[in-house]
């Protein structure tokens, strides 16, 4: 018996000296009273050398706080603790972390040593902490961006959301995890059936997938989020876990929605005005031609291609030029914009007049890498003004003073022949009251009871003492009539008046011979 108690002390003290663990006991005091020689592999130190107190070991990491409370637990009650974690340091200021598993020795019901081993367990704490490190980054980067995750797993049936998903959903962590079907209430009713059906094919095929929904929280909010997902799938084909993430879009979605819709008004804006857009990328020189700039020139959008080359074909070749060197000037900013009048051939052969406006874009360095615009089709206006040109070039040929006035009797216009006539310029004619200007004064009264009769009847003809700049005045013979704009509404009055000297001179020289003859007449 003696033998065998040898043999297997001889065995127990063989594991101890060669096992990668340290062994050890100590006081209630923590005064070592035996360590293993393992203690120089693992702490530096000779066997001598560590019979010390053993927290004197020990780093100032705050999670040692757990393993003294244990061993001075286990002194006072005489039970057992649990397992916990130290972090040591060796003889070379080395710091490492080790697992310590102990229990007391009790006599008499006092506990009189602590005995134990530990592991060296540096490499898994140190990955360990390095994952608790990329773990929290991840958190803090989820909540950042708005970004919650979770995972499924069939085998424990158990999931995990992270913090920012439960802020997503507007909920409190201690809620825990939803099971699918109870998401019902969350998500708005529109979009409910259509994520329902995408997530239970992945609960049961495994598939993957990306959908934008609303989600509507317990305050009645709502937030726009995108989910992704997939599942796990073993060796026999079945699904055993899903994992996926969920992100707040709401200010992506809104900034969408104002764009579609500032995209809406733009496009209604355009085909309310006629107006063709144009878009030209500096930097691979492609451009774009909206639909309402083809048909302007009679083509529909597929008949015309987006290539530069079709404005330079479709537009007068004097007009490129110019178009050309105003454009120059526009991306060298010398000019803040581009406005040009030129002549662009139709499908069907005439020229339409189009007025080209344009701003260039700048990058951050201050070169041009857009030049965007628009046409407009300034054919009619074009050709009223050149109907009002020949017009006036009669009015000004018209041997008669012609004036328009607004029905305030404001003087709008004035021909060069009312400036001979009256000798007032048409720049100090101009927005003058006619009847200031031309009424003498002994006159006024009559000239405001002749323009009340005007705007009443619209139409006026008589004769006028007229008040010149010098101070005379000239007969005239003056016919007044509204003065209307092209859809035929009255705007206020022309008149047109004629010198009437001359008539009036025969006229008095008639009289006077008739005098003379009458006379003669009674002397004979």
């Not at 989820?142 to 995990?160: H, N, R």
């Not at 439960?166 to 079907?181: A, K, Q, S």
């Not at 060069?416 to 002994?442: F, R, T, V």
């Amino acid at each position: 018996a003696e033998e065998a108690l040898q043999e297997s002390e001889a065995r127990l003290r063989n594991i101890f000296e060669n096992s990668t663990n340290l062994f050890y006991s100590h006081t209630p005091e923590h005064e070592i009273t035996h360590v293993s020689p393992q203690v120089y592999d693992i702490l530096g130190y000779t066997q001598e050398e560590a019979m010390v107190k053993w927290t004197e070991f020990a780093s100032d990491n705050p999670l040692n706080e757990i393993g003294f409370k244990n061993t001075v637990k286990a002194i006072e009650t005489g039970k057992r603790q649990p397992t916990y974690e130290l972090e040591l340091v060796k003889k070379n200021g080395e710091k490492i972390w080790t697992e310590v598993r102990e229990f007391p020795i009790v006599e008499n019901g006092k506990t009189t040593a602590i005995s134990g081993s530990l592991t060296e367990i540096t490499e898994t704490k140190t990955a360990q902490l390095k994952e608790e490190i990329y773990r929290k980054k991840l958190l803090e980067a989820q909540e950042t961006a708005g970004i919650g995750s979770w995972d499924y797993s069939f085998e424990e049936k158990c999931s995990y959301w992270t913090p920012e998903l439960y802020r997503i959903f507007g909920l409190d962590e201690n809620y825990g995890p939803i099971p699918w079907p109870d998401h019902e209430p969350l998500i708005h009713p529109d979009d409910w059936e259509r994520i329902d059906r995408v997530v239970n094919k992945a609960f049961t095929k495994g598939t993957s997938y990306s959908e934008q929904f609303r989600i509507v929280r317990k305050n009645g909010s709502i937030v726009w989020a995108e989910t992704r997902g997939n599942g796990e799938i073993n060796e026999k084909g079945n699904v055993i876990s899903l994992s996926g993430t969920v992100q707040n879009i709401t200010e992506r979605k809104q900034s969408e929605i104002s764009l579609q819709l500032t995209e809406e008004r733009f496009t209604l804006a355009m085909k309310a005005s006629n107006d063709g857009l144009f878009d030209w990328n500096l930097v691979n020189n492609e451009i774009y031609y909206s639909p309402g700039w083809k048909k302007m020139l009679g083509y529909e959008d597929h008949e015309l291609a987006n290539d530069f080359s079709v404005w330079e074909k479709t537009t007068d070749e004097e007009d490129v030029k110019k178009s050309w060197e105003l454009q120059q000037k526009l991306i060298s900013k010398e000019i803040d914009r581009f406005v040009l009048e030129f002549k662009m051939k139709h499908k069907d052969g005439h020229w339409v007049d189009i007025l080209s406006r344009a701003e260039a874009i700048f990058n951050g360095e201050g070169k041009a890498t857009r030049v965007v615009g628009t046409h407009t089709d300034i054919t009619v206006r074009k050709q009223s003004e050149a109907e009002i040109t020949y017009q006036a070039s009669l009015l000004e040929q018209i041997d008669s003073a012609v004036i328009t006035i607004d029905f305030d009797n404001i003087i709008l216009s004035w021909n060069k022949h009312a400036e001979s006539l009256y000798q007032w310029s048409s720049a100090e004619a101009l927005g003058k009251n006619i009847i200031e200007l031309l009424s003498p004064q002994e006159m006024k009264g009559l000239a405001s009871k002749n323009f009340k009769a005007l705007n009443v009847d619209g139409h006026w003809e008589g004769e006028f003492d007229v008040l010149k700049k010098d101070g005379s005045t000239l007969p005239a013979h003056i016919t007044n009539t509204y003065l209307k704009d092209a859809d035929g509404n009255n705007i206020g009055f022309i008149g047109i008046s004629t010198d009437i000297t001359e008539r009036k001179q025969a006229e008095e020289q008639r009289i006077s011979l008739e005098a003379q003859l009458h006379q003669s007449q009674k002397l004979e």
